[in-house]
């Protein structure tokens, strides 16, 4: 009820007011507890907006319309002091105009029930219109869904197609392997022949003076036999350092891949990247007191890493602060920050460490992660605040049954790198891609393992070349000796060299036609085996392919939804608009018929 000028009161229901209509809606309680924050946020504010616009209308219609009554009133007072002045001469027309406000009162209650029935076709359309924006609202998050899943098939297919190149290019290499090798083992194999032949005749002619040199012969054996001995050696420590140099090239070129994201801060938000971008550019400015992040503060055995990635999860990649300059900064709008970025100022670190349950001993703990990592200098502290209350445990059944126990207050992490919160939430499952902790260990590891393999390639082709030294030194001895027996004869001497030349040879023809047999079998097992991968990849290849067809068509699907959806709300919209212009001329009609009520 509102007060005229006069004292009267006038009933805003009348006129189709709501007293509630004149509060700001709140935020709905039931949002669903899986919405995200800023959706719930945007669709209350829309709402609210819309509720407010409406109101507002309603109110300047209402203001005016009680205006209106208000002077109307004055009026009737003052036409009411003539009225009865004039009440004596009116008696006789009393039966016409009571017939004339009965019909006048007919009007006006057909154009008060014309104005309610308008009303509530407005409310309808307006709830269409929010149902239209919600629906809208859904479908592109949806087909947003859609694009990224079509996009990441597109790039799997990709690097699918690419493995079926690279498979073909190994197989044609292995191919070019396996001709070269069976060429070069028919070759010694003509070799081998014509070599046995020659040794044959020289055996003969060296039988009639076998007993006469026996001495000499058999010194020459033994040296022939240590030189063949460190021939295959030598063979044998090439073997090794070739296999050690192929892991030393393994290793740095993981080293290298590792070094590159590094280098590009992959991994990292937006965020991260502009500050730590900017705190080396400007060591002197007002980010100079950036220590680095929360992965630069320690150093994790490699066994340890996946669950120290585990249990921190974003916060590795916050930004530690020697002290508060940089929030002061960020504070008085003079960085702006092109992400969210954690950020953790050593100050405010505690000092004390922190000294609470101790589980060592419990079935299945395996230790504190504070304990299982090394501190950078000064970065115990901080180490101490965001892993002390943090246990490595071997599986989740040990976790539950100590969370069942009655333990609170600390965050459990397993070998598999299942994660019970201190509130007893459980996350579990595969990451989609390693941890920036995991990362940095697996590069110093890697880079270590390059060390200690140059040292043993080194090692190795100091030892070929001494066996080399030593090939030499018997190859000159063997010459002594063969000199030694010219004196004996000329021509005894000469078979004999020539015997143990062929013998030689021939074992070396051996030798090799034994390693290219070797080197054949492999070829031709990694030509079975690469046939296989190849196949293997055709059918992941057309897999994706059908995948990313799948998708287009669900995006061309959504896309045409969402179109016809706005073009729903358009709709709804106009006929929103022109119900309001209708009731406004509704609300003018039935004021009128009140007037001359």
């Known amino acids: 009820n509102a007060e005229t000028d006069s004292g009267a009161q006038v009933d805003l229901t009348l006129f189709g007011v709501e007293p509630d209509s004149f509060l700001a809606p709140s935020l709905s309680a039931g949002s669903p507890l899986g919405a995200p924050a800023g959706t719930v946020v945007s669709e209350t504010m829309r709402e609210r907006e819309h509720r407010a616009a409406r109101n507002h209308e309603q109110i300047i219609a209402r203001e005016a319309v009680i205006e209106r009554e208000r002077q109307h009133l004055a009026d009737v007072d003052a036409e009411s002091v003539r009225a009865r002045s004039q009440l004596a001469l009116l008696s006789c027309r009393a039966d016409d105009v009571a017939h004339r406000l009965q019909e006048t009162r007919a009007q006006v209650a057909a154009a008060e029930a014309e104005e309610a ?21 859904a479908a592109r998050n ?70 006469r040199l026996a001495e000499l012969a ?19 420590r090439r073997e090794e350092v070739a296999l050690q140099r192929a892991r030393l090239e393994g290793v740095g070129e993981r080293a290298t891949l590792l070094d590159e994201l590094e280098r590009r801060n992959e991994g990292l938000t937006a ?30 055995p490699m066994q340890w890493a996946p669950l120290v990635d585990a249990a921190l999860g974003p916060i590795a990649q916050y930004v530690v602060l020697r002290d508060d300059r940089a929030l002061q900064a960020i504070a008085a709008g003079q960085i702006r920050l092109a992400g969210r970025v954690g950020f953790i100022a050593l100050p405010d670190v ?18 504190r992660l504070d304990r299982l990592v090394q501190p950078t200098a000064g970065m115990q502290p901080l180490i101490e605040q965001l892993l002390g209350r943090t246990w490595a445990v071997e599986m989740l059944e040990h976790a539950r049954q100590l969370r069942a126990a009655g333990l609170t207050g600390v965050c459990l992490v ?39 393999l140059r040292q043993q390639v080194g090692a190795g082709e100091q030892e070929v070349l001494r066996l080399h030294e030593n090939i030499d030194q018997q190859q000159v001895a063997l010459r002594l000796l063969a000199d030694q027996h010219a004196a004996c004869g000329r021509e005894l001497a000469d078979h004999q ?47 994706w392919e059908a995948h990313v067809a799948e998708l287009e068509v669900a995006v061309q699907q959504g896309e045409g939804q969402l179109d016809a959806g706005q ?26 018929m009140r007037v001359q009520l």
């Open 350 to 367: 505690p000092a004390s460490p922190y000294t609470g349950l101790d589980l060592d001993g419990r079935d299945g703990v395996l230790g």
């Open 271 to 300: 965020g991260v990247q502009q500050v730590m971008a900017r705190a080396r550019r400007e060591p002197d400015g007002v980010l100079g007191d950036v220590v680095g992040l929360v992965a630069d503060t320690m150093e994790v």
């Open 142 to 211: 949806d087909l947003e869904g859609l694009r990224a899943t079509y996009l990441d098939h597109v790039k799997r297919a990709s690097q699918t197609a690419g493995e079926i190149a690279l498979h073909e290019t190994q197989r044609a290499a292995t191919e070019s392997v396996l001709q070269r090798c069976r060429e070069h083992l028919e070759r010694l194999e003509r070799e081998r022949s014509e070599h046995g032949a020659r040794l044959e005749a020289a055996r003969q002619a060296e039988h009639a003076a076998a007993v």
């Open 567 to 592: 073009r729903q709300l358009h709709e709804f919209q106009q006929r929103a608009t022109a119900t309001r212009v209708e009731h406004a001329k509704s609300e003018q009609r039935l004021h009128g």
């Open 117 to 137: 029935a308008i009303t509530a076709r407005l409310a309808e359309q307006d709830a269409e219109v929010t149902q239209t924006l919600a629906q809208l609202d």
């Open 497 to 543: 060299v020539v015997c143990r030349t062929l013998d030689g040879q021939l074992a070396q023809f051996d030798d090799d036609a034994a390693e290219v047999q070797t080197e054949l079998a492999a070829a031709e097992h990694q030509l079975e085996a690469l046939a296989g991968q190849r196949d293997e990849s055709g059918r992941q290849l057309a897999q």
């Open 218 to 236: 058999g010194r020459l054996v033994t040296a022939e036999r240590d030189r063949d001995e460190n021939q295959r050696l030598l063979v044998s």
């Open 414 to 452: 397993t070998l598999a790198g299942e994660v019970v919160t201190a509130d007893g939430t459980v996350i579990a499952g595969p990451k989609d891609v390693a941890g920036l902790i995991s990362r940095r260990t697996e590069l110093r590891e890697l880079r270590r393992e390059e060390a200690v």
